[in-house]
């Protein structure tokens, strides 16, 4: 062994949560080392290499908005864009982007390797290193030693990764990678508790094998759309992607082949996503249904490998070869690389604190798959706050964290950290309460000066930023103050509008609130001048949705009341008399730092929040407060 070097903060792995993790501690002024398994995989997509869809898109306009890099990279690597349910109102739409992979990979390799603070190196950890309870440094399977005061775990699906491929199974990360193997038992020495999960992934075929007349072509949007507030991209080249469906004899052969399936004979032992089945798993759990859509997805444009989204499997080769067989445009598919599940270790997650440090050591923060979620934006996300709050340890500076009423990251740590998971956790619109106001397209609105308060968000990125926001207010202003009367010329622009005439005075403030009015015809019609279409999409949500944003804010403030009563973290739950059994058990192990937050655990009910108030009453009557 020997002393390799000193760093602020280390991380451990450099997926999407690690690369996030990485910029944002070094970004923030902290000397940072990002160690990877191998410096060619770096943020890899061992999935389909997309980004976004539904919450997923949220959470990368958030990032952004704080001064992240996911969104600004996926915007440079996109071959297709697309705006996923339009027919819905704005707290749902969602963008979505497929990524060419490696070029994914080339240009956040480039980011994180020219980052000032920040050092890459390709090492395997084996060992976290501490000392009365607080992080040291951490060992290296070659014997290097790394001092640091915080470590920030980012292994994915690597930590005592095993692949499974029908009878095979063998040690081993995503894409024939190693796993980290020692890495597992070290935390356990240091008290971590571990959970077993599953994931897995679709076979990749070759597109040259595929014909696409018998599929359905899902295009990209003709309007060109960015991720990242800082993007100039105007115009796309857009590559398709395409439908096609399983069907009887689909199904038929799967289920002949359940008896060789690693899910069902046991070979399989971690709990997989319920909200991302593997084929097998609808076709048994799904049986009425006749089809399941699947989409075939280029991984890159320099590659014929296509992505088959919605058919993960464990099953066999030649049953994979056989099943994909029986799909249209797919009867002389050849495979590239066959499915395969992976089954890893990761953290139970309600051993973190909401700011991703977990409780037992000092210094020791986890983010991504390794706290028992899936998706690279979910990672992302996690990795962006453990880096943020790694870099304010490091400065002696009170933890960052976001609540649920202000972002979809506050909506995601809060779950994992006061409910746990047990299952792969997946980001959902349904999961956020007070989505009306958390919105992809008012992230920047809600986030921008928090990042720019952390130092993330540089000078152009702020200027751009309040130079909309002020568009918006006075495009707000103005609205207010032009005031209309039914006259004759008027009627007539109603007319011209489609609009019912009026019948008495109005403003065009008001006049925007009807459903076929929008700022292009205000402008048309009376003189406005055109809004860039970011200001006018925030004037229109703004005034068309008025009254149901305010009672979503209303909502918000009682919610605030709940959060303000603090719960210090000494308490010790056994001692308060009323509290049901599971309600000490689940609020002593959990520690929430305000009645909202124990209000959120599962297991405790009503009754014991009335105990917990009546509590805290009392101690502030005692302490004179």
């Known amino acids: 062994m020997f002393n390799a070097g000193k760093y602020d903060v280390v991380v451990?792995?450099?997926?999407?949560?690690?690369?996030?993790?990485?910029?944002?501690?070094?970004?923030?002024?902290?000397?940072?080392?990002?160690?990877?398994?191998?410096?060619?995989?770096?943020?890899?997509?061992?999935?389909?290499?997309?980004?976004?869809?539904?919450?997923?898109?949220?959470?990368?306009?958030?990032?952004?908005?704080?001064?992240?890099?996911?969104?600004?990279?996926?915007?440079?690597?996109?071959?297709?864009?697309?705006?996923?349910?339009?027919?819905?109102?704005?707290?749902?739409?969602?963008?979505?982007?497929?990524?060419?992979?490696?070029?994914?990979?080339?240009?956040?390799?480039?980011?994180?390797?020219?980052?000032?603070?920040?050092?890459?190196?390709?090492?395997?950890?084996?060992?976290?290193?501490?000392?009365?309870?607080?992080?040291?440094?951490?060992?290296?399977?070659?014997?290097?030693?790394?001092?640091?005061?915080?470590?920030?775990?980012?292994?994915?699906?690597?930590?005592?990764?095993?692949?499974?491929?029908?009878?095979?199974?063998?040690?081993?990360?995503?894409?024939?990678?190693?796993?980290?193997?020692?890495?597992?038992?070290?935390?356990?020495?240091?008290?971590?508790?571990?959970?077993?999960?599953?994931?897995?992934?679709?076979?990749?075929?070759?597109?040259?094998?595929?014909?696409?007349?018998?599929?359905?072509?899902?295009?990209?949007?003709?309007?060109?759309?960015?991720?990242?507030?800082?993007?100039?991209?105007?115009?796309?080249?857009?590559?398709?992607?395409?439908?096609?469906?399983?069907?009887?004899?689909?199904?038929?052969?799967?289920?002949?082949?359940?008896?060789?399936?690693?899910l069902y004979t046991g070979l399989i032992?971690?709990?997989?996503?319920?909200?991302?089945?593997?084929?097998?798993?609808?076709?048994?759990?799904?049986?009425?249904?006749?089809?399941?859509?699947?989409?075939?997805?280029?991984?890159?444009?320099?590659?014929?490998?296509?992505?088959?989204?919605?058919?993960?499997?464990?099953?066999?080769?030649?049953?994979?070869?056989?099943?994909?067989?029986?799909?249209?445009?797919?009867?002389?598919v050849r495979i590239m690389r066959p499915g395969y599940a992976i089954e890893y270790d990761c953290l139970d997650p309600t051993q973190l604190k909401p700011s991703l440090e977990t409780k037992q050591v000092s210094g020791l923060f986890s983010a991504g798959q390794a706290n028992g979620t899936s998706g690279y934006e979910e990672a992302a996300a996690q990795g962006l706050m453990a880096g943020i709050n790694a870099a304010l340890r490091i400065k002696g500076k009170e933890p960052f964290i976001l609540s649920r009423s202000e972002a979809y990251i506050g909506v995601l740590i809060d779950d994992l950290v006061t409910k746990g998971t047990n299952e792969p956790y997946r980001i959902m619109t349904s999961r956020a309460e007070y989505r009306l106001i958390l919105r992809q397209d008012n992230a920047d609105l809600r986030l921008t000066e928090k990042g720019r308060q952390l130092g993330l968000v540089n000078d152009e990125r702020y200027n751009r930023f309040t130079a909309k926001r002020e568009a918006i207010a006075a495009a707000m202003t103005k609205l207010r103050e032009i005031f209309i009367t039914p006259n004759r010329d008027v009627q007539v622009k109603m007319q011209?509008?489609?609009?019912?005439?009026?019948?008495?005075?109005?403003?065009?403030?008001?006049?925007?609130?009807?459903?076929?009015?929008?700022?292009?015809?205000?402008?048309e019609h009376f003189g406005l001048e055109p809004l860039p279409p970011e200001v006018q999409e925030q004037v229109e949500i703004a005034v068309k949705y008025e009254g149901y944003i305010n009672k979503q804010i209303e909502q918000v403030e009682r919610f605030a009341k709940l959060e303000a009563k603090r719960l210090p973290e000494t308490i010790n739950y056994e001692t308060i008399s009323g509290l049901a059994l599971e309600a000490r058990q689940k609020l002593n192990k959990i520690k929430p730092l305000s009645i909202g937050q124990a209000a959120r655990i599962s297991g405790v009910s009503p009754a014991d929040i009335s105990i917990l108030m009546i509590y805290l009453e009392q101690q502030r009557r005692r302490e004179g407060i």
């Open 12 to 262: 451990v792995g450099a997926g999407h949560a690690g690369c996030e993790a990485a910029l944002a501690a070094a970004r923030m002024g902290v000397t940072t080392l990002l160690a990877t398994l191998n410096l060619d995989n770096i943020a890899l997509m061992p999935c389909n290499p997309a980004v976004g869809g539904p919450a997923k898109g949220h959470l990368v306009r958030e990032i952004d908005a704080l001064g992240g890099e996911m969104g600004l990279n996926t915007d440079k690597t996109c071959i297709q864009m697309r705006m996923l349910n339009t027919g819905k109102g704005p707290a749902v739409h969602a963008l979505r982007a497929q990524s060419d992979k490696k070029f994914y990979q080339n240009m956040m390799k480039h980011t994180v390797e020219n980052q000032d603070n920040l050092e890459v190196k390709q090492v395997l950890v084996d060992a976290i290193l501490t000392r009365s309870g607080r992080i040291t440094g951490v060992q290296t399977e070659t014997g290097e030693i790394y001092e640091c005061q915080c470590v920030i775990l980012a292994t994915g699906t690597y930590l005592r990764g095993k692949i499974i491929l029908g009878e095979l199974a063998y040690p081993g990360g995503p894409n024939g990678q190693r796993a980290a193997i020692q890495l597992s038992r070290s935390l356990q020495e240091i008290g971590i508790e571990l959970m077993r999960f599953k994931t897995g992934t679709p076979a990749r075929v070759d597109k040259r094998s595929l014909d696409f007349s018998k599929m359905k072509i899902q295009p990209g949007d003709d309007e060109a759309r960015n991720f990242s507030f800082m993007s100039e991209c105007k115009t796309r080249e857009q590559t398709p992607c395409w439908l096609t469906y399983t069907n009887a004899r689909t199904h038929e052969i799967i289920r002949a082949n359940l008896h060789r399936a690693p």
């Open 269 to 332: 032992e971690g709990t997989g996503p319920r909200y991302c089945p593997s084929i097998e798993d609808k076709v048994v759990r799904f049986a009425e249904k006749e089809a399941h859509q699947l989409f075939i997805e280029p991984e890159g444009l320099d590659t014929n490998e296509m992505y088959v989204q919605g058919m993960s499997t464990s099953l066999p080769v030649d049953v994979q070869q056989a099943f994909l067989s029986t799909i249209a445009g797919m009867e002389n």
């Open 496 to 523: 011209a509008m489609n609009s019912a005439e009026l019948r008495s005075g109005i403003s065009l403030y008001d006049l925007l609130r009807r459903t076929e009015v929008n700022c292009k015809l205000l402008t």
